[in-house]
């Protein structure tokens, strides 16, 4: 396992704060990133999934990006997720959005193209060799329908420098060990769901980027940690826990789960753009349950 992953073990997939009138609130953004920071998350994927990519136009990703680069003063890795299903398009803004200062970009599989493996390849290629900055490959076949096959993965990891990371989205752990197996020295593999954290840290993956993190960073950190440094009884602890909250946050798409959690605890920012919509008042009733339970729980993991 790597002892030093380049990005750290706790990356959390950062929330887009929006007003009611479905406005970007970048000085609530600067304030959660600043917070995620202080209680443990060591990096940010800005404009992820879970930052609702789609439906931010390109002059407000750039504020994003600029907004949480200042808050943390650059302190811990900025991952810009810049890639689209436009090759050329994600080139373009991939050198934009580099020349603000971020620390390394991440491309998602191009959806609805449904482009065979070779166009995979040489779409990674081009994004990755227009930039100078680590790139993280982002693989979710359950949003994109196409999956990147492990070897174009190890193609891209062994021929593209700078493609440093594949965020595996994917539960299929054979796809993780091969990937491990067949990966240059330094090439990471980042569980891209946080139930499945510790199973892919088992497998050699080297950490994950977590949308629990948004609420529960230090205790996700707490997880990681006592796994690494071998205290599997604590560390299996706190999984017992995580991961049915993780898992009732999906209940719905994501991040509308998330975002009522984080509403619930006093965050200022948590409304979504359509097409999203607002949770019910039932989700509502189980997401505050279930969180109120795991978190009465996580207090008392390690205290005799």
Do not use: W
Request: contains cysteine; charged residues 25%; aromatic residues 6%.
């Amino acid at each position: 396992m790597n002892t030093e992953p380049r990005f750290g073990r706790l990356i959390t997939a950062m929330v887009t704060p929006f007003d009611d009138s479905g406005a970007l609130l970048l000085d609530s953004a600067g304030e959660l990133a600043s917070k995620l920071v202080a209680e443990g998350t060591q990096a940010l994927v800005v404009n992820g999934t879970t930052g609702e990519s789609p439906t931010l136009d390109r002059a407000e990703r750039i504020a994003l990006f600029h907004e949480v680069l200042c808050a943390t003063e650059r302190k811990v890795p900025i991952i810009a997720n810049v890639g689209d299903n436009c090759t050329h398009d994600s080139v373009a803004f991939a050198r934009k959005v580099e020349s603000l200062g971020v620390h390394a970009i991440m491309a998602v599989t191009p959806y609805y193209n449904k482009p065979p493996q070779e166009g995979l390849y040489r779409h990674f290629r081009a994004v990755a060799a227009a930039v100078d900055v680590p790139m993280v490959v982002y693989n979710i076949p359950g949003r994109c329908v196409t999956n990147i096959e492990p070897e174009t993965i190890l193609r891209l990891a062994h021929d593209v420098d700078n493609i440093v990371a594949v965020k595996q989205s994917n539960s299929d752990l054979d796809q993780v060990r091969a990937i491990v197996a067949g990966a240059p020295e330094g090439f990471e593999v980042i569980s891209g769901d946080d139930a499945l954290t510790l199973p892919m840290m088992r497998e050699g993956g080297t950490g994950v980027v977590s949308v629990l993190g948004n609420i529960a960073s230090s205790y996700m950190r707490r997880m990681i940690e006592a796994f690494v440094a071998g205290d599997i009884e604590e560390a299996e602890a706190l999984e017992r826990i995580l991961v049915p909250f993780s898992e009732a946050l999906f209940e719905t798409t994501s991040p509308i789960l998330i975002k009522k959690a984080l509403e619930l605890k006093g965050f200022n920012g948590s409304r979504l753009r359509l097409p999203l919509v607002e949770a019910t008042d039932e989700q509502t009733a189980r997401i505050k349950e279930v969180m109120d339970s795991a978190f009465e729980k996580l207090e008392h993991v390690g205290v005799s």
